[in-house]
C-alpha cells in the first residue's frame, strides 16, 4: 500500500521507527516531513499528508504528533479527509471499516512503538464495510464538507 507519514517534533522519535516499519512490511512510503527534531507546526505537515491522499498519490496516510489531537484536528479540516486518534486496537480497524477513515493520528507521547506498530498493521488491513448504513453515514460525512461557512 501507498502510505504517506508526517508529523511534528513532539512525534518525530516515534515517527521514525513507524518509517522504519512501513518500509520493513514492504509498503512504498512517502515521507513529508518532518525531517529533523526541530520545532515545526504540525498543520503544515498535515498539509502535505492531505494533498497526498487527495491527489492520489496515497491511500493511506499516518500523522504523529504529542497526542494525535491536533494532527486529527488539522487533517479534518481538508474537505474530503476524514482522520482519527488512534491510540486502541479497536479503534484501528473500525475508523476505516465503518468510517473509512483514511489518516490515523498517533501520539508519540502517549503510545510505544511497539502498540503503534500493531496499531498500524490493523489499520493497514482494515477495509471499508460493505453495509449500507456505513455508506450512508459516510455520505452525511461527505455533505458536510459542502457546508458554507457564515461570515
Not at 21 to 46: K, N, R, W
Not at 100 to 123: H, P, R
Request: hydrophobic letters at 40%; proline letters at 3%; glycine letters at 10%.
Amino acid at each position: 500500500m501507498k502510505v504517506v507519514v508526517g508529523g511534528d517534533h513532539a512525534g518525530y522519535e516515534l515517527k521514525q521507527k513507524v518509517l522504519a516499519y512501513l518500509e520493513e512490511q514492504g509498503h512504498e512510503v512517502i515521507h513529508v516531513g518532518s525531517y529533523t527534531p526541530e520545532m515545526v507546526d504540525f498543520p503544515d505537515i498535515a498539509a502535505k499528508v492531505c494533498r497526498s491522499i487527495l491527489d492520489g498519490e496515497a491511500e493511506r496516510g499516518i500523522m504523529v504528533c504529542g497526542t494525535g489531537v491536533g494532527a486529527a484536528i488539522a487533517c479534518n479540516k481538508y474537505p474530503g479527509i476524514r482522520a482519527s486518534v488512534v491510540h486502541d486496537i479497536y479503534t484501528a480497524h473500525q475508523c476505516v471499516e465503518h468510517d473509512n477513515v483514511q489518516v490515523m493520528a498517533l501520539g508519540g507521547q502517549i503510545v510505544g512503538d511497539i502498540v503503534a506498530k500493531e496499531l498500524i498493521q490493523l489499520f493497514l488491513d482494515a477495509t471499508f464495510s460493505e453495509s449500507e448504513e456505513f455508506h450512508i453515514r459516510v455520505a452525511k460525512l461527505e455533505k458536510l464538507d459542502q457546508i458554507p461557512r457564515s461570515e
